[in-house]
């Protein structure tokens, strides 16, 4: 069975500083997608970024990068230059085919 | 505790057809969310309910789609006509909103396949 996890459930930055999440899986497929999610006070799901896992290549959105190990099933966000509108819950995500995995989420604040 | 249960777990029908997504959320959760999810887009969110009433459904893509929660223990989400490319996995899920974030629990999901 597939897990993900999460194994920082707060963290704390400052504004502008760089933060990295981690996120590791659990799987024996070979074609399967990863995503992270925001969740702002909002409380709706917003996608980050994805990532294929065929794709060698790290997927890269603006601020937000991920470094993709895949043969150590890692999947970490960076988030660079940090801004207060950041702060929010993080989920990783494992999707393949139907299913689709949460972590149990990374509570960041970004302090000013 | 039971989760969020969502029914049925694949539908596959033909195009025109109606079709409808059920989900009982977790007792004692009084939001109620529900996504489309594909390979793509990942998880679009469709509709939100507060207290079983709507609180945002702009991301309902058009007037085809519908979606009720007539009790605090039942939502449906409608489709009529169906198209083919509404084919995706669809996702409902509750939560218990008081103040701040609090975490959402997923169904496994409706896998709708339209021909």
């Known amino acids: 069975a597939q897990t993900v996890t999460q194994s920082q459930p707060e963290m704390s930055v400052q504004e502008a500083e760089t933060v990295t999440l981690s996120c590791t899986y659990d799987?024996?497929?070979?074609?399967?997608?990863l995503f992270w999610y925001k969740q702002p006070p909002s409380r709706q799901m917003i996608l980050v970024i994805r990532?294929?896992?065929?794709?060698?290549q790290n997927a890269t959105e603006n601020r937000f990068s991920v470094n993709f190990q895949k043969a150590a099933k890692s999947f970490s966000l960076k988030i660079s230059d940090s801004q207060l509108g950041d702060t929010a819950m993080y989920f990783c995500?494992?999707?393949?085919?139907?299913?689709?995995?949460f972590g149990k989420g990374t509570r960041l604040h970004i302090l000013p | 505790d039971a989760g969020v249960i969502q029914s049925p777990r694949h539908e596959v029908t033909e195009m025109g057809q109606e079709v409808t997504l059920r989900c009982k959320p977790i007792?004692?959760?009084?939001?109620l969310f529900w996504y489309r999810q594909t390979m793509m887009r990942g998880l679009e969110l469709l509709i939100y309910?507060?207290?079983?009433?709507?609180?945002?459904d702009s991301g309902m893509p058009e007037d085809r789609f519908s979606a009720k929660m007539p009790n605090a223990s039942f939502s449906t989400l409608k489709i009529q006509p169906s198209e083919p490319r509404d084919s995706a996995v669809y996702f409902c899920?509750?939560?218990?909103?008081?103040?701040?974030?609090?975490?959402?629990?997923f169904g496994d999901g409706t896998r709708l396949s339209i021909l």
């Open positions: 899920a509750s939560s218990f909103y008081r103040d701040g974030n609090q975490p959402q629990h």
């Open positions: 799987t024996s497929e070979s074609n399967y997608y």
């Open positions: 990532q294929e896992a065929y794709k060698q």
């Open positions: 995500a494992f999707v393949s085919d139907d299913k689709i995995i």
């Open positions: 007792s004692g959760h009084n939001s």
């Open positions: 309910f507060n207290n079983n009433v709507p609180i945002d």
